[in-house]
């Protein structure tokens, strides 16, 4: 017996009539209001029988809906309006906003010509307009701006430049380190059956020779500890996604299988895309980015896939078809159901 049911069997022998008969008329009410069925979401239902009852008034008539609205807009009419508690006396207080002058610098700087100095230093922001309008430096100002400029003959617009575009300032990101993953190692670990790795990780390792990888996937057959199993940007081709597939027909313990970023061709997906047909333990495949694009075939294959495999719930692939993006989207919220 649960802890509940146990909590239960405590009130199983109460007397109801008992406990009634010692409230008061004022709980007995209480009490009586409390048990009224009520549906407050329901907004076809009459305010009666969405909200209990709680005035005490008698009923003064039928309602009339002129009368209170007429009653209504005379209390409106008659509340007094409410004083302001600092009356507004228009005094500006704090100080005005000066714009700091930015100094250029050096590198920036332009020399040119005393006579063009001295027309620019005395120039107002309305001819600095009108000279940028004729430059064609249109992002110097509004579209106003450069309108009134080129469409008037005079100066008209005295805004000056106000919406410099400023360029923006992008901070520095350094690369990523590189994969310390020793690929001899690995290799050893996983022909080994190592327990304690469950996760082979050679992301950006670009100069793995081919018989290397075949190597890695043909011991990947026998491993039973490797959960996850990631090549992005190794420049596979389609050999390695031959050793693929054939590793995914044979293994029964990977879950995770990335071969992003890689010169795999519509042939290898497709080999792959069978092999995980016949496997029953993976949940998450991802093959998007390769150099080329696979095709439609390609792409009703791996709706297919995701249709028949409901052990996948998590696919890497940007779909460009709106058939097979709709399959699988609807196979990939199925399969996430099941699970």
């Known amino acids: 017996m649960s802890s509940y049911q146990k909590e239960l069997e405590k009130y199983r022998d109460i007397d109801e009539d008992e406990i009634l008969r010692t409230l008061s008329p004022e709980e007995l009410e209480q009490l009586d ?25 008698s009923p ?18 008659e509340v007094k309006e409410r004083d302001d508690l600092v009356p507004y006396t228009g005094e500006k207080k704090g100080k005005p906003y000066i714009q700091p002058k930015r100094e250029i610098p050096a590198q920036e700087q332009i020399t040119l010509e005393p006579e063009l100095e001295e027309a620019l230093s005395h120039a107002t922001d309305a001819e600095m307009c009108d000279i940028a309008a004729i430059l064609g ?6 579209n106003k701006q450069y309108y009134d400029a080129i469409c008037s003959g005079e100066i008209c617009n005295t805004e000056g430049i106000s919406s410099v575009v400023q360029p923006d300032k992008y901070k520095p990101v350094p690369d990523e380190p590189p994969n310390p993953t020793n690929i001899e190692e690995m290799l050893k ?3 080994s059956n190592d327990k304690e790795l469950e996760e082979v990780n050679l992301n950006n390792i670009q100069d793995i020779p081919i018989p290397v990888l075949s190597e890695l996937c043909e011991a990947m057959k026998t491993n039973t500890y ?23 027909r044979e293994n029964r313990s990977l879950q995770s299988l990335n071969i992003e970023s ?6 290898g997906l497709m080999a792959v895309l069978k092999a995980v047909r016949e496997n029953a333990t993976l949940t998450e495949l991802r093959v998007d980015n390769q150099r080329q694009w696979p095709g439609d075939a390609v792409e009703m294959e791996m709706a297919t896939v995701l249709e028949q495999c409901p052990s996948i719930v998590r696919f890497g692939y940007h779909f460009t078809q709106q058939g097979p993006r709709a399959r699988a989207a609807q196979a990939m919220t199925r399969n996430n159901e099941l699970r």
């Open 33 to 57: 209001c409390e048990l009224q069925e009520m549906d407050p979401e329901n907004m076809l239902l009459p305010a009666g029988l969405r909200q209990r009852d709680q005035t005490k008034k």
């Open 60 to 77: 003064t008539g039928p309602l009339d809906r002129d009368a209170l609205l007429q009653y209504l807009e005379q209390q409106a009419l």
């Open 137 to 142: 430096m249109y992002t110097l100002m509004s």
């Open 189 to 191: 670990r996983v022909r």
């Open 226 to 248: 490797v959960r996850s199993f990631s090549l992005v940007a190794t420049k596979s081709g389609d050999p390695i996604a031959n050793a693929v597939a054939d590793m995914l």
């Open 262 to 267: 890689n010169f795999i061709s519509s042939t």
